[in-house]
């Protein structure tokens, strides 16, 4: 019976308001770093509760070769790791400070302490993957296994990293610093014209999350190697 309400409340979230969740659709791949070569900004996602995103969104992504001018986050690796800066003159160091002597939230500590271990901490990470490569968060015992490099997937296959904030930021840049080829992504959402009718009927109808993420992964991974 709980099977059946759940279904139920799939069908009327694509037919009524053309949804379908992305907590039941997210999964993660290993793919070739290579084949990232754009990244879609924070004011262009789309509905981040929808795995299906609709319009031409994806026509708004720009070159990974422009990142570190719209990421602090992935300019101030580069600074620190390729340019050899102190981390407390990176970009995304003084912007966290900021925020904490301004009583806001800085999303890596409350505090200046806090915040020094924090960007110490991006040593051991480039440590263990120069050692190790890119190891899961299932290999690592992370409770949040879609904690990974966050992308969406274009109308034409092209993968597209997302801007912060979803995932996997310090580690997408290190592993360009290290020239570390396979990596694991975490795909958050798919633009809307990859998909049948009869595929989303399948997707709707089916009771097992595994079955219909296996279909969806098998799709995209005959689609862009």
Known sequence: MIKYFKNLQKKI?????????????IFNINININKINYFLELKNVKDRKNFL??????????????YRKYSASYNSVHQIYHEQINYKQSEEYINK???????????????????????????????????????????????KINDEIGVVIGKNWEIIKLQDKFG????????????????????????????????????????NEDNFKSYIKKKLLENIN
Do not use: P
């Open 13 to 25: 979230d694509y037919f009524f308001f053309k949804k379908i969740s992305s907590k039941t659709c």
């Open 97 to 143: 400070v900021n925020l904490i002597l301004d009583g806001k939230n800085s999303g890596r500590g409350q505090t200046l302490k806090e915040l020094d271990e924090y960007f110490i901490s991006l040593d051991n990470l480039k440590l263990s993957l120069k050692k190790f490569g890119y190891k899961s968060q299932i290999e690592l015992d992370n409770s």
């Open 53 to 66: 995103w609709y319009g031409d969104w994806d026509n708004k992504k720009v070159s990974l070769k422009d």
């Open 168 to 207: 996997g930021t310090h580690r997408f840049a290190l592993c360009k610093i290290l020239d570390i080829k396979e990596i694991i992504v975490s795909v958050k959402a798919m633009h809307s014209s990859l998909f049948e009718k009869n595929e989303l009927k399948k997707i709707l109808s089916e009771n």
